[in-house]
């Protein structure tokens, strides 16, 4: 009879801390407090303390900061189907280039030409330098 008490409980626990987890992740915005006005301390230009390495490292940072701008954009319905389909670093200037379309099956007869979404995004400060719609 223990046995099953102690395993009964165990299950219980387990089945607690996986929807805790979850409602735990959904929650997570709502429980960030929010304020509008104006901000106080404007230094922006304050060098002391102030990050000074590359916020856009990678391309899997640049990816995901891409692909938070794109869903808060407002698109039409097609766009929204759009995915990341490639991710370009030009070396010359340090700018991450992510573009988004739909996808494209690999055995695909036809070829689609333009549309999509390309964000370009700055290595150094994560800086949006551009977003421009394919023709």
Not at 58 to 72: S, Y
Not at 118 to 127: C, E, R, Y
């Amino acid at each position: 009879m223990k046995k099953y008490l102690v395993l009964l409980i165990g299950i219980v626990v387990i089945l607690g801390c996986s929807s805790c987890e979850k409602d735990k992740k959904e929650n997570v915005s709502s429980m960030v407090e929010y304020e509008t006005g104006s901000y106080s301390e404007k230094n922006w230009n304050e060098p002391v303390g102030t990050y000074q390495e590359d916020v856009l490292p990678d391309k899997e940072t640049a990816l995901a900061v891409a692909t938070a701008i794109f869903h808060g954009m407002e698109k039409d319905t097609e766009a929204q189907k759009y995915t990341p389909q490639n991710i370009f670093y030009d070396e010359e200037d340090s700018i991450w280039i992510v573009l988004f379309h739909e996808e494209v099956e690999e055995n695909a007869t036809e070829v689609v030409m333009g549309g999509g979404y390309s964000i370009a995004l700055q290595k150094k400060d994560g800086k949006v330098l551009r977003i421009w719609m394919g023709e």
